[in-house]
Each structure stands twice: as structure tokens, then as C-alpha cells.
């Protein structure tokens, strides 16, 4: 694919409209063909030294690429650096992906603790700034790690939430690739399938090149565990296909293995070993990646099932040694029991006996482990409960508060309105007697602030900051020329009366509450088409 840009552009001096149309090709060129991304993504770094707003998506883009690619090297510094730069422009969403990154990188090198940290760090910060994207990514890596622990119903729980969160964005696969291996490994193939199913038909719908192969394979995998072998092979062989049109050498490299491993089974030892060097020939031999090991590992495997354990004994000894234990519990058991089995069948029983402890060991070590995590994941979900528990609790008081603030105004408006028409009916009286009188001026007097002064205002306040504890507080740090009384009448708008109920209830008129409210508004700087009430309601 061309990019949006000749090769002999000079891109230090690209404008930003020309940047921001070539991060557009680059997103493009991402899904379709990461190694042409990669050198694209160097490109447009140096267009981006002068915009360092842009500069982190940049960063963040090649990262990830390189984490498609397999380029583990100085990725976890990678990713350091642009959340460092899009920390410094306060630009949350890439800092929150670019911690996904991190702990995916982080995950790579086999320190599953360190990535849970990061991604439970992501998703609070992906819940605050509400991104959905980030949001499902970060639980569907916390899906992957509580697998890897062993811990397969609170991975499936964080790999649905993953996929509710991600409905409506641009990329789902990510969950339902997590769900399809959950269920597979469970044994419920039908619904691993049906996952496989819906996440290949969005990835062929939105044309997306890249994410198809680890579909593929792992199809393959359920009908190699329902020992329909021949089907398996022709879902690794699609899975080869589309890692290689994706430019996606890792995926090239599973799909291969898988073939072979599909071959040792069929007990085409010969395929299987020729698949095996081809698989091994894609990668530069350094031993980094959980392909080129377990591919070590299917060569011992090919060579104990031909019958030569004593070749596979040399290529564990000469391979494989130091790795078991970093590169998950599975290749471990299975490295464990082929030198138990291979040196049983030498008739090296010491050594036979020495492994056979060495996996007991090892899985009473995993137990723990899994125990602990369970007790801490427990422990976690509990808290999670409490506070779920007393968020739910706040609520509930703050409604009760609510109902007791509108009940007391409900009443003081029905009591207002029975001493005016009172004094309206005491006054008629007085207006009989002579103006002279002394006693009916002294009555008129008093019966001109009956109703304002039968209100506790300080009895009311007090309840309405028990419902709204922050709204006063806010309102005058905000807009501290406030008067007493508008701030009053502030508190009776926000408590969504008219004003024809405040005028009742402060024994002011109607256009004397206007008047309040137009200066109201105005210290608030509110223009024409703004509410007061909802603006109120805001705080």
C-alpha cells in the first residue's frame, strides 16, 4: 500500500494538516500491514517534533506496532516515553492506552503481577475519563492474566465486561478472542466457535487484516482437541495464510508450530520436523518469544515420539534449559513430563524420578500460588462489595434527605399561604375600625411580616445542606458577590420552585424576584439561552 505521502517528502517540514491526514493512513496501514506502518510511523515522528500534542499518538502507534511485530526490545521504554509526553500535554487517553502497552509488554516478559497492576491502574483511569476502548482493553487483559493464574470464572467475568465495554467501538476481537479461548479450554466448544464466528465476521467486515490468524489458530486448536485433526490443519493452514498476508510474523510463527504439532500427532514426524524449521527459520533465534520455544519443544516432542528420547533429551538440555518456568504453567508441565517420559524410557530411572518430583513440585507451587491469588483476589472483590455496599447506602440517604427537604418546603409554602389568607382576613377586620385607633395600627404593623417570620430559615438551610452538602460552598467559590438573599433565592431555584412560590415563601412581590434573578444570572455570566435552574442544578 502507497503512502499518503511521496518518498522523497521532506517531512520535518510536513504542516500539522498534513500530519494529522498521514496519522489517518498510518491507523490504516496498522491494521493492514504493521511492518509498512512501522517505517511510516518513523517517518511522521519527525514530522511531529513540532507539535508535541500530536508527538505521544505517534509514539504510541509505533509501540504498538512493535508489539504486534514481536519487537519486545525497548518497547516497555517505548511506551515509558510517551506516557511520560502525553502526561506532560495531559492527554489521559493515550497515557491510558499506552499503560496497556506497557503491561502487555511487561506481560511478555513473564511478570503477570507488574501487568495486573498496570491494567487495574488503566482501567480507573479509562472509568474517569470515560473511554470505552481503553476501558475494554484494560478487562480484557486482566481476563488473560486471571487465566494464566488458573483462575477461569474471574477471567470470564472481566472478558464480558471487556465486551460490553467495547460494543460500539471500533475494534471488539480482543474480548471475544479471550472468551473463545476460555471456553475451549473449558470444553464448551460450541460457544468458543460461535465467539470465533462472530469475531472473524467483524474482522472481514471492517476489512481488517491484521487479528484474523489468532481466530484461525485457535479454531484449529478446538478441532484438534475434538481429535478432528484433518480439520485442525486446515484451520492452521488459514490461520498461516492470514498471518502471512498481515505481515504478522509471531502469528506466521504459531500457525507453523501448531501445523507440526497437528503433524506429530498424525505421526507425519518427517512434516512435522520440516514444519518445525520453517517456523524456527521466521524468527532470528535469540529465544525471546514464546514461539521459538515452545518450537524447541515440539522438536523434542517430535524426536521422543519417533523414538529417539535421547535426541529429545539433548534438545531440552541444549534449548530449552532455564526457560521452563518463565514461559507459563503449561509449556512447563509439558517440558517436566517429556523428561520424565524420556528418561524413563532410557531406563534412567534416578532422573526419570528426579523430574517426575520436579512437575509435582512445580504444580503444588502453582497451587499456592493460585490459592494466594484467590484469597487476594477475594479479599479484593469484598472491598469492592463494601464499597459498592456504602456508595449504595450515601444514595439512599441523600434521596431520604431529598424527600424530607421537599416535604418541609411543600409545607412551609402550604403554611405561608394559610397565614396570608389569615391576615388577609384579620386585616378586613381592622379595616373596620378607625385609622385613629391605636390598637388597629399596631395590628396592621404586625400582620405586615405575619408569614415571613413564622419560616426557621436557619432550620431549612441546614436541611438543604444535609441533601446538597457542596452547593453553597461551590456557588459562592465560584460567584463569592453573592448576596444573602440571592443566594436564598439561588437555593429555592435549585430546589425547582417558580417564581411565584419563592415570592410566597421570602414575602418579597413576584417582580422583586425577577428583579434578583436577572442579577442572579447576570454575576453568573449566563447568556440568553442559558437556564438558571439547570445551571443550578449543574452544581
Not at 478472542?177 to 470465533?196: C, F, P, T
Not at 465476521?201 to 478432528?228: C, D, T, V, W
Not at 514464546?290 to 523414538?307: H, L
Not at 425577577?514 to 439561552?529: G, Q, S
Request: aromatic share 10%.
Amino acid at each position: 500500500m502507497r503512502s499518503a505521502l511521496p518518498s522523497d517528502f521532506n517531512y520535518t517540514h510536513m504542516t500539522r494538516k498534513e500530519t494529522e491526514h498521514n496519522i489517518e493512513e498510518l491507523v490504516r496501514l496498522k491494521r493492514e500491514n504493521p511492518q509498512s506502518a512501522f517505517e511510516f510511523a518513523q517517518k511522521l515522528i519527525l514530522a511531529c517534533k513540532k507539535y508535541l500534542d500530536i508527538m505521544p499518538q505517534i509514539l504510541l502507534y509505533r509501540a504498538d506496532i512493535c508489539l504486534r511485530l514481536g519487537r519486545y526490545e525497548g518497547l516497555n521504554e517505548q511506551y515509558l516515553e510517551c506516557i511520560d509526553l502525553a502526561t506532560k500535554s495531559d492527554n489521559k487517553r493515550i497515557v491510558a492506552l499506552a499503560l496497556i502497552g506497557q503491561g502487555v509488554a511487561i506481560l511478555y516478559e513473564h511478570d503477570a503481577a507488574a501487568s495486573k497492576e498496570l491494567f487495574e491502574q488503566t482501567l480507573s483511569l479509562a472509568i474517569m475519563i470515560g473511554d470505552k476502548e481503553a476501558e475494554g482493553k484494560a478487562l480484557a487483559n486482566l481476563a488473560l492474566v486471571y487465566h494464566q493464574w488458573g483462575l477461569r470464572e474471574l477471567a470470564v467475568g472481566y472478558a464480558k465486561d471487556a465486551y460490553e465495554a467495547m460494543k460500539g467501538t471500533n475494534d471488539i476481537t480482543l474480548p471475544l478472542y479471550r472468551l473463545a479461548v476460555l471456553s475451549s479450554v473449558a470444553g464448551d466448544y460450541e460457544r468458543a466457535i460461535s465467539y470465533i464466528t462472530e469475531g472473524l465476521e467483524f474482522l472481514h467486515s471492517h476489512n481488517y487484516k491484521y487479528g484474523r490468524a489468532p481466530f484461525y489458530s485457535e479454531l484449529g486448536s478446538i478441532y484438534s482437541r475434538m481429535e478432528q485433526f484433518d480439520k485442525a490443519k486446515e484451520h492452521y493452514e488459514s490461520s498461516l495464510r492470514e498471518a502471512e498476508i498481515a505481515g504478522d510474523i509471531e502469528n506466521a510463527m504459531t500457525s507453523m508450530i501448531l501445523l507440526a504439532a497437528n503433524e506429530i500427532r498424525l505421526g507425519n514426524y518427517d512434516t512435522a520436523d520440516t514444519a518445525l524449521h520453517t517456523a524456527l527459520a521466521m524468527s532470528d533465534g535469540n529465544f525471546r518469544t514464546q514461539p521459538e520455544v515452545w518450537c524447541q519443544y515440539y522438536f523434542a516432542f517430535n524426536a521422543f515420539y519417533r523414538g529417539d528420547p535421547n535426541e529429545a533429551i539433548r534438545i531440552l538440555d541444549e534449548k530449552l534449559a532455564g526457560v521452563p518456568i518463565a514461559f507459563g504453567m503449561q509449556l512447563t508441565e509439558g517440558i517436566y513430563s517429556l523428561y520424565g517420559e524420556a528418561y524413563s524410557q532410557t531406563g534412567s530411572w534416578e532422573n526419570a524420578t528426579l523430574y517426575e518430583r520436579k512437575l509435582r513440585e512445580y504444580r503444588e507451587q502453582v497451587n499456592s500460588t493460585q490459592f494466594k491469588s484467590n484469597l487476594t483476589t477475594a479479599q479484593a472483590l469484598i472491598a469492592t462489595e463494601r464499597e459498592k455496599h456504602d456508595k449504595e447506602l450515601e444514595k439512599m440517604k441523600r434521596e431520604q434527605l431529598e424527600r424530607e427537604l421537599s416535604n418541609t418546603t411543600l409545607q412551609l409554602l402550604a403554611q405561608t399561604e394559610a397565614l396570608a389568607e389569615f391576615r388577609e382576613g384579620i386585616l378586613a377586620v381592622v379595616r373596620k375600625a378607625p385609622p385613629t385607633e391605636p390598637i388597629a395600627r399596631e395590628l396592621r404593623e404586625k400582620l405586615k411580616v405575619l408569614p415571613c417570620k413564622s419560616i426557621d430559615w436557619d432550620l431549612f438551610e441546614t436541611q438543604f445542606k444535609a441533601a446538597h452538602p457542596e452547593f453553597r460552598l461551590k456557588l459562592l467559590e465560584l460567584y463569592p458577590d453573592l448576596t444573602k438573599m440571592e443566594l436564598r433565592i439561588c437555593t429555592l431555584i435549585r430546589m425547582n420552585l417558580k417564581s411565584d412560590d419563592i415570592s410566597r415563601l421570602t414575602c418579597l412581590s413576584e417582580r422583586n424576584i425577577e428583579n434578583h434573578r436577572y442579577r442572579i444570572r447576570k454575576k453568573l455570566n449566563m447568556v440568553k439561552e442559558q437556564d438558571l435552574a439547570q445551571e443550578l442544578a449543574k452544581m
